[in-house]
């Protein structure tokens, strides 16, 4: 019910009247059909009730009367229904768009400590089945249960007043009777039929690893180790199989028990009341029929039931996204970042991503407007930390960041995120066109935009040599292009984007150093003029930075410029060493 209260604005939106009319009119077409679905065994039985007598004027005149009005009610309760359908085919897939939209944008919002913790694939998952669970409870339980609910309280209604309360109590009883045995055999159903399919795939992953494992079979001989493990797994798939159809087989006995039974017993309460001239053979006829068309939804129920209940199983775990906490958000009274200069600097901050595990102890140091500080240390040491807190994925426990005076926790995320540009160690395109990574630094520059980014970050050139030009398409996550070429496409993107402070996170790490050398010229043409942080892992990489600083074990442990810092012979020294011979040891090699 919860969840159902939660999808419940989304078909009543506010500040929407044309959906909130459309829901309306949807109701009042879905009473209409019911209506007339229910009136028509009242024609059907006056008919019945009309050919009986042995006057030819009656039976020419009376019945063909009735049986337009047959036509035309039967003829309505379809159109009803159509119509009801298409008026609210657009209130459905609204709320399915809006569900799925504020999921998506709410995803967007939280932390990356939940995307971290999260698997992106799952989230994706989530959002598609729960719009899948949106249209599968609205179609069935709109369409299916509700109306189907009220056709017997119809119906009950009406046979009460043709007939009397007996009547209607047996035909209430056994529809009622009817939904509560096919809903209970339908959820133990539910559990074998889930362990059929848990056997299915199993028996799919065997005979999927085996075949992937061609070679290892042959080379050990075990071709009849893997036919008996896929033997086995169909085994168990085939005996899980038979439980499912013997189920399903004992559930239409069972209905078909309680529909047999409920019918004889309004026959023989009908007939009786036949013969003893308290019913016409129409009113006979009539009370079939209602008990007949009560029981034709019903046929699905099962199936309607166990969809509802996985439909709203998903949509819980959707709605349930959207009430995770932002654990980083703006202020009430959070202003847009003013950047005059560009100057960042760090005061006492202290961060860890998990309270008993702090990374960052005490980190004090300014990066002047227009300079370059090289960030370095050993593997854990927090150089990364540095970069997401100034972007501000997390919020620093203790200590302030200010860019040109500003607490960056006094403004809004989006002006903080559109003064920082970012070049990572790990360049990840979309898939699509080259001319479209690049313009995702800013979306809707031109293509005379796009390509002067592209020359200052000296890919034009490979990107005009290629047969579709900027038209090419990267594949999955950029895999059609060299880690050079990514790396100078997501330069460009930055380029493009042209923020006032720039961080290099191990931007040319992962590359060999010839291509590092020509990613590092383009590098330095971005970073002109620009407040810079590199993250560093090649020390070779920031001897022209204006400062080094030196992190170990969450502290400031040494700055200063190349030439000092070599000269202390200290922790930086040493790492300088130990990447010169490092580097050596392939040279000898060769």
Same mark, same amino acid.
């Given at each position: 019910?919860? #969840?159902?209260? *939660?999808?419940?604005?989304?078909?009543?939106?506010?500040?929407?009247?044309?959906?909130?009319?459309?829901?309306? $009119?949807?109701?009042?077409?879905?009473?209409?059909?019911?209506?007339?679905?229910?009136?028509?065994?009242?024609?059907?039985?006056? %008919?019945?009730?009309?050919?009986?007598?042995?006057?030819?004027? @009656?039976?020419?005149?009376?019945?063909?009367?009735?049986?337009?009005?047959?036509?035309?009610?039967?003829?309505?309760?379809?159109?009803?229904?159509?119509?009801?359908?298409?008026?609210?085919?657009?209130?459905?897939?609204?709320?399915?768009?809006?569900?799925?939209?504020?999921?998506?944008?709410?995803?967007?919002?939280?932390?990356?400590?939940?995307?971290?913790?999260?698997? *992106?694939?799952?989230?994706?998952?989530?959002? /598609?089945?729960?719009?899948?669970?949106?249209?599968?409870?609205?179609? +069935?339980?709109?369409?299916?249960?509700?109306? #189907?609910?009220?056709?017997? $309280?119809?119906?009950?209604?009406? %046979?009460?007043?043709?007939?009397?309360?007996?009547?209607?109590? %047996?035909?209430?009883?056994?529809?009622?009777?009817?939904?509560?045995?096919?809903?209970?055999?339908?959820?133990?159903?539910?559990?074998?039929?889930? #362990?059929?399919?848990?056997?299915?795939? &199993?028996?799919? #992953?065997?005979?999927?690893?085996?075949?992937?494992?061609?070679?290892?079979?042959?080379?050990?001989?075990?071709?009849?180790?893997?036919?008996?493990?896929?033997? @086995?797994?169909?085994?168990?798939?085939?005996?899980?199989?038979?439980?499912?159809?013997?189920?399903?087989?004992?559930?239409?006995?069972?209905?078909?028990?309680?529909?047999?039974?409920?019918?004889?017993?309004?026959?023989?309460?009908?007939?009786?009341?036949?013969?003893?001239?308290?019913?016409?053979?129409?009113?006979?006829?009539?009370?079939?029929?209602?008990?007949?068309?009560?029981?034709?939804?019903?046929?699905?129920?099962?199936?309607?039931?166990? *969809?509802?209940?996985?439909?709203?199983?998903?949509?819980?775990?959707?709605?349930?996204? +959207?009430?995770?906490?932002?654990?980083?958000?703006?202020?009430?009274?959070?202003?847009?970042?003013?950047?005059?200069?560009?100057?960042?600097?760090?005061? !006492?901050?202290?961060?860890?991503?998990?309270?008993?595990?702090?990374?960052?102890?005490?980190? &004090?140091?300014?990066?002047? @407007? !227009?300079?370059?500080?090289?960030?370095?240390?050993?593997?854990?040491?927090?150089?990364?930390?540095?970069?997401?807190?100034?972007?501000?994925?997390?919020?620093?426990?203790?200590?302030?960041?200010?860019?040109?005076?500003?607490?960056?926790?006094?403004?809004?995320?989006?002006?903080?995120?559109?003064?920082?540009?970012?070049?990572?160690?790990?360049?990840?395109?979309?898939?699509?066109?080259?001319?479209?990574?690049?313009?995702?630094?800013?979306?809707?520059?031109?293509?005379?935009?796009?390509?002067?980014?592209?020359?200052?970050?000296?890919?034009? /050139?490979? %990107?005009?040599?290629?047969?579709?030009?900027?038209?090419?398409?990267?594949?999955?996550?950029? +895999?059609?292009?060299?880690?050079?070429?990514?790396?100078?496409?997501?330069?460009?993107?930055?380029?493009?984007? /042209?923020?006032?402070?720039?961080?290099?996170?191990?931007?040319?790490?992962?590359?060999?150093?010839?291509?590092?050398?020509?990613?590092?010229?383009?590098?330095?043409?971005?970073?002109?003029?620009?407040?810079? +942080?590199?993250?560093?892992?090649? $020390?070779?990489?920031?001897?022209?930075?204006?400062?080094?600083?030196?992190?170990?074990?969450?502290?400031?442990?040494?700055?200063?410029?190349?030439?000092?810092?070599?000269?202390? &012979? !200290?922790?930086?020294?040493?790492?300088?060493?130990?990447?010169?011979?490092?580097?050596?040891?392939?040279?000898?090699?060769?």
């Amino acid at each position: 019910m919860a #969840t159902v209260r *939660t999808l419940l604005p989304y078909l009543w939106p506010d500040g929407d009247p044309g959906a909130k009319a459309r829901v309306v $009119l949807a109701m009042g077409l879905l009473l209409l059909a019911k209506l007339a679905t229910v009136y028509v065994p009242v024609i059907y039985g006056r %008919i019945v009730d009309a050919l009986a007598p042995k006057d030819s004027t @009656a039976l020419l005149a009376i019945p063909l009367g009735l049986v337009i009005a047959y036509g035309l009610v039967r003829m309505g309760a379809a159109v009803f229904g159509e119509l009801r359908d298409a008026l609210f085919a657009k209130v459905q897939q609204r709320a399915v768009r809006t569900a799925a939209r504020r999921t998506f944008e709410h995803l967007h919002a939280l932390s990356l400590r939940f995307h971290l913790d999260r698997q *992106t694939g799952a989230l994706a998952r989530a959002i /598609d089945r729960g719009s899948q669970g949106i249209q599968s409870v609205l179609r +069935l339980a709109v369409f299916n249960v509700v109306p #189907t609910v009220i056709e017997l $309280l119809l119906v009950t209604a009406i %046979i009460w007043h043709l007939f009397d309360w007996r009547f209607a109590a %047996i035909t209430f009883g056994a529809v009622v009777s009817y939904a509560g045995f096919t809903m209970s055999f339908a959820t133990w159903r539910s559990r074998i039929r889930r #362990t059929m399919n848990d056997q299915d795939n &199993d028996a799919s #992953t065997k005979a999927l690893d085996s075949l992937l494992n061609y070679e290892t079979v042959k080379y050990f001989g075990n071709e009849p180790h893997e036919v008996a493990r896929y033997d @086995a797994a169909l085994a168990r798939y085939e005996r899980a199989a038979v439980r499912v159809q013997v189920s399903l087989n004992l559930l239409n006995i069972g209905q078909a028990f309680i529909i047999a039974g409920g019918l004889t017993l309004i026959m023989l309460m009908a007939t009786r009341e036949v013969r003893g001239g308290g019913m016409t053979v129409g009113q006979f006829v009539l009370v079939n029929t209602y008990l007949m068309q009560l029981y034709q939804p019903l046929g699905f129920l099962g199936m309607v039931y166990m *969809t509802i209940k996985q439909g709203l199983v998903d949509m819980e775990q959707m709605f349930h996204l +959207l009430e995770v906490d932002r654990e980083v958000a703006d202020r009430p009274d959070a202003r847009a970042l003013a950047v005059h200069q560009g100057e960042v600097r760090f005061e !006492g901050v202290q961060f860890g991503y998990r309270p008993d595990r702090p990374i960052l102890k005490g980190i &004090d140091f300014t990066v002047p @407007a !227009g300079r370059k500080l090289a960030i370095v240390g050993p593997t854990g040491a927090g150089k990364s930390t540095i970069s997401r807190l100034l972007f501000r994925f997390y919020d620093a426990t203790q200590g302030r960041i200010h860019i040109d005076g500003q607490d960056i926790r006094d403004v809004t995320q989006e002006s903080l995120r559109a003064a920082i540009g970012v070049v990572p160690q790990d360049t990840v395109l979309f898939n699509d066109t080259i001319r479209y990574n690049i313009a995702y630094g800013r979306v809707g520059a031109t293509q005379d935009e796009i390509e002067y980014a592209a020359r200052s970050a000296q890919v034009h /050139d490979f %990107i005009v040599s290629l047969p579709d030009g900027y038209d090419t398409r990267v594949g999955e996550r950029g +895999l059609k292009l060299s880690g050079g070429e990514k790396q100078r496409v997501a330069i460009a993107r930055t380029i493009l984007k /042209d923020p006032r402070i720039l961080i290099l996170d191990e931007a040319t790490s992962a590359l060999d150093t010839r291509t590092e050398q020509d990613i590092q010229a383009a590098l330095r043409a971005v970073a002109r003029h620009r407040t810079t +942080l590199v993250i560093a892992h090649r $020390l070779s990489t920031v001897v022209d930075a204006d400062e080094i600083i030196v992190l170990a074990d969450g502290r400031v442990a040494e700055r200063g410029r190349h030439a000092a810092l070599l000269a202390r &012979d !200290g922790l930086y020294a040493r790492m300088w060493a130990l990447q010169a011979e490092q580097e050596t040891e392939p040279e000898i090699a060769d």
